[in-house]
């Protein structure tokens, strides 16, 4: 609680100088607008950040807006939290106008380290005496495709393994290495702006999903599946019910998805119609179980379509006497 205290109280401090820090850019926040919504987190990324955030990496670097815009408590901002970083619009105390700029959220959740006077320089490096340490080798081309400091910041480390990872602090971001990933794409920004709006004890309503004013807007793009039964383990005369939720990426219940079922039994499949899911998001048939062996395990497939949008999920149950 100290740790989280304190970090408020440094965050209130600095919060009126962040546009002068190194490696921030600031724009004009005049683009009028209905903001832009995102049916991936279900929210909408408001119109005065919509041309920074189109021209300072996008998707790619910033991620999907997880929240609404909202005045931070701690400091009077109008904020809005993506996955990646966090953006604030606040006085330009030259201008005196509103600008738009992103939260050093790589100095406030890494650690600066001392100055490596002796940093590295070659032909994989590139070392940034400003703050005193270099990037290396993916995470420089990294850097380089996403302008330079001018948008990440300059370096607060060197390379260092972090929750088993390899990464590296910059002013505004946190960059890891991912070597599963294709080449190309294994460097990546890191959820810092997630990890920050927990840190802060905001409260978990803002990351809600929110519906649009038009419902237009809204797009499926995943299906959710929950399958249960009502008797994991069924006489070998026996009847059961079986249930398929059906939820979208923002865990919206979807009415009107087809289902189908199939039912592995031994002597014979099965294939079952279920009607279309509810205002729920539920759809259920009652199977009835003839003459199976003891000991069958009988599995579910289920199949659902919702417009273009197929997912599939695996249930069963067990013949037991």
């Avoid at 008797?231 to 939720?245: C, F, G, Q, R, W």
């Avoid at 979807?254 to 189908?260: F, L, P, S």
Wanted: charge should be negative.
């Amino acid at each position: 609680m100290k740790s989280l205290l304190r970090h408020r109280i440094v965050y209130v401090s600095v919060a009126l100088a962040l546009s002068g820090l190194l490696g921030f850019s600031a724009g004009a926040a005049g683009f009028e607008g209905p903001g832009r919504y995102f049916s991936e987190t279900g929210h909408t990324l408001d119109a005065r950040f919509v041309p920074y955030f189109d021209t300072h990496g996008g998707l790619p670097l910033l991620g999907y807006p997880i929240t609404d815009p909202f005045l931070d408590p701690f400091t009077g901002l109008l904020v809005q939290y993506l996955q990646n970083a966090r953006l604030e619009l606040a006085a330009d105390p030259i201008s005196g106008g509103l600008v738009v700029r992103l939260s050093p959220l790589g100095e406030w959740m890494g650690e600066w380290e001392a100055r490596s006077e002796l940093g590295e320089e070659g032909p994989g490096c590139s070392y940034f005496p400003e703050s005193g340490h270099s990037v290396c080798h993916a995470f420089r081309t990294f850097m380089d495709a996403q302008g330079g400091p001018q948008l990440l910041g300059y370096p607060l480390s060197e390379m260092q393994v972090e929750g088993g990872r390899l990464v590296q602090y910059f002013q505004g971001f946190r960059l890891e290495w991912v070597p599963e990933n294709p080449p190309g794409y294994q460097v990546r920004a890191a959820p810092l702006g997630m990890l920050h709006f927990n840190y802060m004890g905001y409260s978990r309503d803002l990351l809600r999903p929110i519906q649009p004013s038009f419902m237009f807007s809204y797009e499926v793009l995943q299906l959710q599946l929950r399958s249960s039964v009502s008797k994991p383990v069924v006489a070998s005369t026996d009847e059961l019910n079986v249930y398929i939720h059906v939820l979208d990426q923002n865990f919206r219940p979807i009415e009107g998805a087809a289902v189908t079922l199939s039912i592995q039994f031994s002597d014979e499949p099965r294939i079952l119609l279920l009607t279309p899911t509810d205002e729920h998001g539920i759809s259920q048939a009652m199977i009835r179980v003839e003459s199976q062996d003891p000991g069958d395990l009988v599995e579910l497939d289920f199949i659902v379509t919702y417009g273009t949008i197929l997912g599939s999920t695996r249930d069963s149950f067990r013949v037991w006497w």
